[in-house]
């Protein structure tokens, strides 16, 4: 039997001509100018990033969270800090972004350590967002066993009723931040000569260098 994995072949397209496609001396400035490409170019969930993070007994896990904003050049994202990667972060802020845009043939791969934003931070934002997503932060306790949706659905309502007007925000719920040491910037080119250009933290001084495909 034929493996259907074989048809999706992707023979990358000459993008950009196969000259070389890049040439920043900042990342947080290439950072934007492919993000902004990537929005003006159509790409769903541009802000989508897959963070991975380990835990204490060195297991990784991966899962997509929303990039929020790039603040002081740290990419920030919101989460309940009791979840999984809430606790992984807590014990090892290790942890790597990745974004993947598709129709531009790019990746952005992005290591650092992770730390929780201020309060007050983490208040702003949660004042701005639709009162049934503050309703749901404190309704949903993220990663716990949860043995049928209509268990949510009735705190939703009680939490509701509980917070009439403002609904302030649950002490678990709010920002973290990565500081990135380490960011690699990949355009697909055709005969897989695709382009991979990293930027690499040394002591204040970001070093580029480029690796084979
Ligand atoms: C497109 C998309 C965006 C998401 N954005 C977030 C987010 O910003 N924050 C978050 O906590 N979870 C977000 N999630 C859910 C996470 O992927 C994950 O299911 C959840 O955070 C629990 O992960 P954990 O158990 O590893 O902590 C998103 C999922 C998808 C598919």
Redesign the pocket.
């Known amino acids: 039997m034929s493996n259907p994995l074989d048809q999706l072949r992707d023979n990358h397209s000459d993008f950009s001509k196969n000259q070389e496609a890049f040439q920043f001396t900042d990342p947080f400035l290439a950072f934007e100018t492919w993000f902004n490409l990537a929005v003006s170019s159509g790409e769903k ?1 541009v802000n ?1 990033m897959v963070i991975s993070t380990v835990n204490e007994a060195m297991k990784p ?1 991966a ?4 990039l929020k904003e790039i603040s002081d050049q740290q990419f920030v ?4 800090y009791l ?4 606790k992984d972060l807590q014990q090892n802020p290790n942890a790597s972004l990745l974004f993947f845009w598709p129709g531009l043939e790019r990746q952005i791969r992005i290591e650092g350590t992770v730390n929780k934003i201020s309060e007050t931070e983490s208040d702003a934002y949660f004042a701005s967002r639709p009162r049934e997503s503050q309703l749901g932060a404190w309704a949903s306790h ?2 716990e066993p949860l043995k049928e949706m209509g268990e949510i659905t009735q705190r939703f309502k009680e939490l509701d009723q509980e917070f009439p007007g403002q609904v302030p925000r649950p002490k678990h719920w709010g920002g973290m931040a990565l500081r990135p040491t380490y960011l690699e910037f990949w355009q697909g080119q055709a005969s897989r000569l695709h382009e991979r250009v990293c930027f690499k933290l040394n002591e204040d001084e970001w070093q580029i260098s480029r690796l084979n495909p």
């Open positions: 969930e989508a896990s899962r997509v969270v929303y994202f919101y989460t309940n979840s999984h990667k809430g993220q990663s």
